[in-house]
């Protein structure tokens, strides 16, 4: 099977209330959706109108989707300190940029009515640190230069800034 086909009875994006189909298409890798899905398929087969996560309380909501998201990324040592539901829609975006999808492409997967997606896209610390330095100097990175190392989260600037300011002094 080279893709799966699901319909989502409501979606941010979904104007008229009509339901929106999502195509997923097979990556034949170790996180291919559709061998997971075939796989849950075969061990909790349901009819096909049945919702495809459920709790035993009840709907898998998306808030008990973050809820146990959180929890296991905690669990793990991860900091969730800002991380939202909307955080996924974010990352999804942004790593469809940089794996080189044009706009429209981006736009059209995640049914986004405008480009208020590009607002969601940062630019990687290799980059700014490539055209800074081509800026500085005239002359491009070379492949083999070392990045500087990330900085501290509690550096200054927005997300992919190369951290504070170098101290001047005056000779």
């Not at 104007?15 to 291919?32: I, K, S, Y």
């Not at 981006?106 to 800026?135: D, H, N, V």
């Not at 190392?149 to 927005?158: C, D, I």
Request: proline share 9%.
């Amino acid at each position: 099977m080279d893709h799966v086909l699901l319909t989502l009875k409501r979606s941010k994006t979904d104007r008229n209330h009509e339901g929106v189909n999502v195509v997923l298409a097979a990556t034949n890798d170790a996180a291919c959706p559709v061998e997971g899905l075939s796989k849950l398929f075969l061990h909790d087969s349901q009819p096909m109108t049945a919702p495809l996560f459920a709790l035993s309380s009840g709907p898998f909501t998306s808030s008990a989707f973050q809820r146990a998201v959180i929890s296991k990324l905690n669990r793990a040592g991860e900091d969730t300190t800002g991380l939202k539901g909307h955080s996924f829609r974010k990352g999804a975006a942004q790593h469809a940029h940089n794996a080189g999808l044009r706009n429209d492409h981006i736009q059209a997967l995640g049914r986004w009515a405008s480009e208020a997606f590009r607002l969601y896209f940062t630019t990687p610390r290799t980059t700014l640190y490539a055209w800074k330095r081509q800026f500085q100097t005239g002359h491009p990175t070379p492949v083999s230069s070392s990045i500087p190392p990330a900085p501290p989260s509690s550096s200054f600037g927005p997300p992919g800034h190369l951290g504070p300011p170098a101290a001047l002094t005056a000779p």
